[in-house]
């Protein structure tokens, strides 16, 4: 198969808010000398479409990997802009597969070995060159798994047949640690009601108490609010009573928003039931992916599709 058809199918494959909420989450596909990787700000299920991923040199790619300055930003200026997680996809295998599923997520927001995964789990880090560096230092192979604490799954492999099988086998060990756990697609349709505008209602909730990874802070933060009903801060109001209203820059973004939500509260929810404390993200780590461009690219892309 052709690096496009690869990358049609996995978009196929992994189409849908239990594998990848809002824009979350990235593939690419290596083929003579060039990668094909998702675009900055895509659903994941739209990669493969005109204008959903971008044709980046393999060199070049790993040029900036190994921190050439000049290489970053030509990488990053190429048009449409690729993922800002195009690094670790610059590391050997010919396929590439990030997403924030939610059994993976289970797995990465709580503490190690609360949860069943096989292969190495690297700490925290946000988005970037750093956190590529970091998973290199696993010692990748041609067909690893690797956790993202507080963040997700990568997967490196070289069939896309075989690279979705694994993923599915995560998923189930992960899933079947919580056999009580409401399914997250009957769980998700309470996040995706009646919409006005770029606003939404959202199921009540008990008072937040931190972020557990980093999709939620870009694109649903969390806002305290004195009137539900006539604040206009944009993210997640929240009063006293627990009222809560997901208000979004545009009506593109409001679901992707909401789907967020959801995976985080869900997420919270049941490793909560299980007797696991989630694992939250340090305040520092916090106001870094707040002021991070790339990120605020991203978030724009978003509100223009």
């Not at 052709?2 to 992994?14: F, P």
């Not at 649903?220 to 006539?230: L, M, Q, R, W, Y």
Request: with cysteine; charged share 20%.
């Amino acid at each position: 198969m052709t690096a496009r058809e690869d990358l049609r199918a996995l978009c196929h494959a992994l189409r849908g808010p239990a594998f990848a909420q809002g824009a979350g989450g990235n593939v690419s596909v290596k083929e003579s000398g060039t990668l094909f990787v998702k675009a900055s700000g895509i659903r994941l299920e739209a990669a493969a479409a005109p204008g959903g991923h971008a044709l980046v040199p393999l060199d070049l790619a790993v040029r900036a990997l190994e921190g050439d300055a000049a290489a970053e930003k030509a990488l990053f200026a190429i048009t449409p802009r690729p993922s800002m997680e195009t690094f670790f996809h610059a590391l050997p295998a010919r396929l590439v597969v990030h997403v924030h599923s939610v059994g993976m997520l289970l797995a990465a927001c709580a503490p190690e070995g609360a949860v069943p995964f096989v292969g190495p789990r690297v700490p925290y880090h946000p988005p970037g060159r750093a956190l590529a560096l970091a998973v290199r230092a696993t010692t990748v192979a041609p067909h690893a798994s690797v956790l993202l604490e507080s963040h997700g799954v990568l997967l490196f492999d070289e069939s896309v047949g075989v690279a979705i099988e694994r993923l599915e086998q995560l998923e189930a060990a992960a899933l079947d640690r919580f056999p009580d756990a409401p399914p997250f697609a009957e769980y998700l349709g309470a996040y995706l009601g009646p919409s006005a505008g770029s606003s939404r209602k959202l199921p009540d909730r008990r008072p937040f108490t931190g972020y557990l990874f980093p999709d939620a802070i870009v694109y649903a933060p969390a806002v305290e609010v004195d009137d539900i009903d006539t604040a206009t801060a944009l993210g997640v109001l929240q009063d006293d009573t627990g009222s809560r209203r997901m208000v979004a820059r545009s009506a593109a973004a409001l679901d992707g928003a909401c789907e967020i939500v959801a995976a985080h509260d869900w997420v919270e929810d049941v490793l909560e039931a299980a007797g696991v404390t989630p694992l939250r993200l340090p305040r520092a780590a916090v106001e870094a992916l707040r002021a991070d461009p790339a990120e605020a690219y991203r978030q724009r892309r978003v509100e223009e599709a």
